[in-house]
């Protein structure tokens, strides 16, 4: 018997990349999983391929408050409990600040931050029932700031901030509060990542063939649910950057513009 036979876990956005991938693994370990994502369509994708298996969907927009509230209670409705939230949802951006509209990194706030806290309010009373576990999935651009995606390592930094606190308050709870650094993994974020009058950009400038894939992506991620990690942090990549940024901050502004910046033009 898997360690999530018959729980109740939430997936926001579950419809792409490294959500679906949990979806897919949960499902196969036995889990009761319910899962919110944008579009109707894919959603009900998901629900035709698994429709023998306990998976509840529901078109939702995590940065409305209200949507949020409705798809929680949806859950408990729908399932009676809530032993694991996985807070996916999450939308990237590519453009220099000077040229971004604001409104791109409110939107930025908004979905990767703020859907977190939505939705984690309104769970949070359930997952305190059942002694259970938060879960934010956050980038190594919370731990360093990324040149052209500035609203993305805010809303990261932000995300991990808010999850450091909650995990002092809920300390003698019995409740697990974890957040994840995926590193460069294959996921449609970036190639849905906004420009800097907010519209999504297309294909991804990474080699796909490169990056981590979403399913061990998800297979770490849900390792570490069950070890009740603090942090989990994935890819060398991944690893190096927090690494050099903790001890040394100076050298990795210089590695990282070098990364990402080509004859003062943006190439990443």
Known sequence: MSFFT?????????????????????????AKVATCGRHYDKLYALQ??????MLHTMVCDVSHEEECRRFIKSTIDTFGVIDILINNAGISMRALFGDADTDVIRRLMDVNFMGAVYCTKYALPYILKQNGTIVGISSTAGY????????????????????ES??????????????????????????????SHGQGQGEGLLDEDKLMPAETCAKYILGAVEKRKRVLVLTFTGKLTVFLNKFFPSLADKLVHRYYFRNGELIK
């Not at 035709?48 to 298996?53: A, G, I, T």
């Open 166 to 195: 909650l995990r002092t308050e809920l300390l003698d709870s019995g409740v697990h509060v974890m957040w994840v650094s995926p590193g460069f993994t294959s996921s449609n974020i970036r190639n849905a990542a906004l420009n």
């Open 48 to 53: 035709m391929e698994y429709s023998q298996v």
């Open 144 to 163: 360093r700031g990324l040149p052209g995606r500035s609203g993305y390592s805010a809303s990261k930094f932000a995300l991990q901030g808010w999850l």
């Open 6 to 30: 018959d729980k109740v876990v939430i997936v926001t956005g579950g419809s792409d990349g490294i959500g679906r991938a949990l979806i897919d693994a949960l499902i196969h370990a036995g």
